[in-house]
């Protein structure tokens, strides 16, 4: 079973900063969150990975509260590229990161 | 950086005939990968998970002896759909993670698979 839940759906428009909050209160001590972006009949693409507090790297910021039953992904300034499913996943790394995949976030950008 | 490829990227086959799939990482090797099915507009569903030199664990509810996986080396698996059916038709991905690497490294996925059976 899924351990994440997300918004089915978002919408934005090019230039705004997209936010995008994921629930994961069963999160187990060696779980690592990590969040992927999907196009249409493409594999899931390696966005960011945390454990807690915040990470950041070039396209993305992960922000973790200290309880780590939640994050948010934080995306700059989206384009219409940035269309896409996102997913966020929360792994065990001593599993070579099972997942089980949650519904995904739709998210629209608009011109 | 790391790839994971699938061959072919999409497929097209006769009801009642079997297809394989080939999930191969580049540049890493991987003693273990993970094979996923997509209906579309519709999440992943994790089907198995593969291991290098052993049997395949299988998701409850998915028929081992109609897909079936074999992780002969540490940088192949291949999944073979067996008697495929209409309702096979889907997106299949894989996912492999560098087993040399440390635990918190990112599992990579192929670009898919898209079976069609006529």
């Not at chain 1, 090019?14 to 994961?24: F, K, L, P, R, Y």
């Not at chain 2, 394989?20 to 991987?30: G, H, P, T, V």
Request: proline share 4%.
């Amino acid at each position: 079973l899924a351990k994440t839940t997300q918004p089915i759906s978002m919408d934005s428009y090019e230039g705004q900063e997209v936010n995008i909050t994921c629930s994961h209160n069963n999160i187990a001590t060696n779980d690592y969150i990590t969040w992927y972006q999907q196009f249409p009949s493409q594999g899931p693409r390696f966005i960011i990975q945390g454990y807690k507090t915040k990470v950041t790297n070039e396209v993305a910021s992960l922000f973790i509260p200290a309880d780590r039953k939640s994050s948010t992904l934080s995306l700059p300034r989206v384009s219409l590229s940035d269309t896409a499913v996102y997913y966020c996943l929360v792994g065990d790394g001593y599993n070579f990161n099972k997942f089980y995949f949650g519904s995904g976030t739709k998210l629209n950008v608009k011109p | 950086g790391a790839v994971v490829s699938q061959h072919p990227s999409w497929v097209i086959c006769k009801s009642g005939t079997s297809v394989k799939i080939e999930c191969r990482s580049l540049d890493f090797q991987a003693t273990t990968m993970f094979w996923y099915r997509q209906f579309p507009k519709q999440s992943l569903m994790l089907m198995a998970t593969s291991n290098e030199g052993s049997k395949a664990t299988y998701e409850q509810g998915v028929e081992k002896d109609k897909f079936l996986i074999n992780h002969a080396s540490l940088t192949l698996s291949t999944l073979t759909v067996t008697s495929a059916h209409p309702e096979d038709s889907s997106f299949y991905i894989c996912s492999a993670r560098d087993s040399k690497a440390a635990k918190n490294t990112e599992a990579f996925f192929g670009q898919g698979t898209r079976l069609t059976v006529v």
